[in-house]
Structure formats: C-alpha cells, structure tokens
C-alpha cells in the first residue's frame, strides 16, 4: 500500500533517519550539556559527542576532524567561505571566480561583493549545464583570490568537474571552495585528492536535521577567514555561538550513514531514476531532460514538458510533491535562472520539473508517479490551444 503524497523532493530537503533521530534524543534531555562549558561532566560529555560527530563528518569528505567548522548550514558556510576570503584578501586582490548556475548562497553573496568593488567572473555553462576546466584557468589572474564552484547543482544535478579545477587553483595558488550541499553523501568526495580548501555543506540534504551546517577549512596550506560575527571565539574564531550539540550529533550520524550506505543507495537510486525517466519518456511526447544525461547526481531527473506550464502541473499532482527548481527561489515567478543559463527558452523554463529521489522512495512509487504525471500532463495538454494547434 502506497503512502499519499508521494515525497520525491529530495533536493529541497530529506527526512530525518529514524537513526538519526535515535541519535539525537539523549542530547535534547538526559544529555544537554553546553560542549564550551567543559569544567564538569554534563559539559564535557556534550563536547564529546560534537568531537565524535566532527570525527564522523571529516572522515566523510577525506579531512581531519580540527578543519570541520559547525555553522547553522550551507547558506551560512558559504558565506563565511567567500566573504571570509574576501575580507582576509582584499589587500592581495579582488577577483572571484564562480558560474552562472551556482545556488544563491554563492551567487548573492559573490554580487554583493561585487557591489562592494570586488571583481567577480561569472563562467557561462552550455546547454547540458557543464564548463570546461579551461574556462575557469583562462579567468584567473594576478588578482584572483577564491575559485567558487559547486560539486553538483541543485536543479539539474549535473556535476562539476571538481578534481580538474582543483588541480587548477593548487597549480595557481587560489585557494578553492566548492558547495557540496547536494553531493556530500551520495557521490565520492575527497578534499585532499580534489585539491579542496573550502568545503560547504548542510544536514538537511543527507536525512539529518534542519538548522546545522559545516564549512572544511583545510589547515595545511592554511586557509584565512575572517569570520562573519564576533562572540566567545568557538570553532577556531570563525564561528561563535553556543554549538547545538543535538543537531550536530545528528549531522554526524548522518554523514556516517551515507558513506556506509553510498554504494548500494547511489546504485538503487539510479535505477529507480531511469525506471522513472524510461517510463515517462514512453507515455509523455515532447520531453526534454535538463542537464547532462549521464554526469549528473543518481536520485536527480530534471525535465521540462512542452506545452505544459510548470506550476499547474505542480498544482494539479495532489499526490505526487516536486518542484520547478530550487526550492530557495519557488516563490520566483521568473523562470528558473539555472534552466535560463542553458538557453533554454522561457516556454520550456516554465514548463519543467525537478525529481529528487531519495532514501525512501520506492520503486511503487515511481510507477504510481509515472502514471500521475502522465495523466496530468495529458489533461492540461487537452486544454492547451498550443498543444492543440501545434503544427505536424
């Protein structure tokens, strides 16, 4: 028997792990110690618990444990990657380096830099969403300071190809910071073999809690920020506030899970994704699939369905919950700028769709949304005139 609604947001956000959750509870009341306050034992039990969980977290992307910053999540790591850069640097140079399809957490911060007389290039990407490595060494120059470029973008889930652009800025000297908000936990990451400095990421999106985040600052070379606000010195100076040691323990298991299960669940996500494409592609004309075929996150289908506007398809799958894009810009009624930077008309901007499989999606599931959409799509076609006058 098949739950309604059918979650296949992912992108957005995930359920907490029941495993997770079972991990949190002490700390919300038998253990609710301050981790700072380390003179007696309630203290010291809770600052243990956030070293196992930064232990758990480093081990995650290949760092060490001390270059794990908690933060309230990645909106908040990458700000504090690129304007902490920015404030340390501005003596050295003023140019940043990121891409056009970036999330608004890297975007809005880089242009209000650029507000501020920083310089900042903004690489194009083509039509499946990718760029070359060469595009990101023919931006740099003397005053590069930071190399901003996310693992795998949010809407369409193609992936970047970090390891050649970490080769890039180490060969260069630019220190290098990537959001892996939707990477971390579902595809392979090593911040020492991709030649990473920064690293952005957030509980939320790998079945952890909501409200906690972390920013990998590598310690060797060393990487300078100048943190975003003044407190009681936490997390190496560039973090102040009391740490949430219940949700920090949640990220902790979380990251632990994914790297566990990564195999078995990138593999059965996969299929479920084409089992889910392969199915619609077969009852739906006219679908086009956004961002590359293959080089893209395993729960990630984004496709635009001509003649269809986006939102009332949303609005009339009562049983199925997706979206248009990113969930930090669903009240936008512009079409989505990511969709747009691939030159995609604004027709098929409007009319498309991002799929987020996840953990608990089932392959009944998938056949009941493939037969929810189609049907969907169908009856708005009906009363499409553009679909109706088409030509042959």
Not at 229 to 239: A, K, L, S, T
Request: aromatic share 4%; charged share 20%; proline share 6%.
């Amino acid at each position: 028997m098949i739950k309604l609604p059918i979650f296949m947001d992912n992108h957005s956000t995930t359920r907490v792990d029941p495993r997770v959750l079972e991990a949190m509870l002490p700390y919300f009341m038998e253990e609710y110690g301050n981790a700072a306050s380390t003179s007696h034992e309630f203290g010291r039990r809770a600052a243990a618990a956030v070293e196992l969980a930064r232990e758990r977290i480093a081990a995650a992307i290949g760092a060490q444990a001390k270059e794990i910053i908690f933060t309230s999540g990645a909106t908040e790591a990458d700000n504090l990657a690129i304007k902490g850069v920015a404030a340390m640097s501005h003596k050295r140079g003023n140019h940043i380096i990121t891409v056009a399809t970036e999330h608004h957490a890297v975007l809005d911060p880089c242009k209000r830099l650029n507000r501020e007389g920083f310089d900042v290039t903004f690489l194009p990407v083509d039509r499946l969403g990718i760029f070359g490595p060469d595009s990101v060494a023919q931006a740099i120059t003397d005053r590069t300071i930071l190399i901003s470029v996310m693992a795998a973008n949010n809407e369409m889930g193609t992936l970047a190809p970090i390891a050649a652009i970490g080769q890039i800025a180490r060969r260069h000297a630019v220190p290098f910071h990537t959001d892996a908000t939707q990477a971390v936990g579902k595809i392979p990451i090593d911040v020492e073999a991709m030649n990473i400095d920064l690293l952005s990421m957030s509980a939320h999106k790998m079945y952890g809690p909501k409200g906690v985040g972390a920013l990998y600052v590598r310690r060797r070379p060393p990487v300078r920020l100048a943190p975003l606000f003044d407190g009681g010195g936490h997390e190496r100076n560039m973090r102040s506030g009391t740490l949430p040691v219940p949700l920090i323990v949640g990220m902790g298991k979380a990251c632990e899970l994914a790297v566990a299960e990564m195999p078995t669940e990138s593999a059965r996500l996969l299929a479920l994704r084409e089992q889910l494409h392969q199915g619609l592609n077969a009852r739906v004309e006219e679908l086009t699939i956004n961002g590359h075929p293959t080089e893209r996150l395993p729960g990630n289908l984004n496709l635009s369905f001509a003649y269809v506007e986006g939102e009332a398809l949303l609005m009339s799958m009562k049983d199925v919950a997706v979206s248009s894009g990113s969930a930090c810009t669903s009240a936008n009624p512009e079409p989505s700028y990511v969709l747009k930077a691939i030159g995609l008309p604004d027709d098929l901007a409007h009319a498309s769709i991002r799929f987020g499989l996840g953990r608990f999606n089932t392959e009944e599931e998938v056949l009941h949304t493939i037969h929810c959409v189609a049907d969907t799509v169908d009856r708005l076609r009906r009363m499409s005139a553009g679909w109706l006058n088409r030509g042959p």
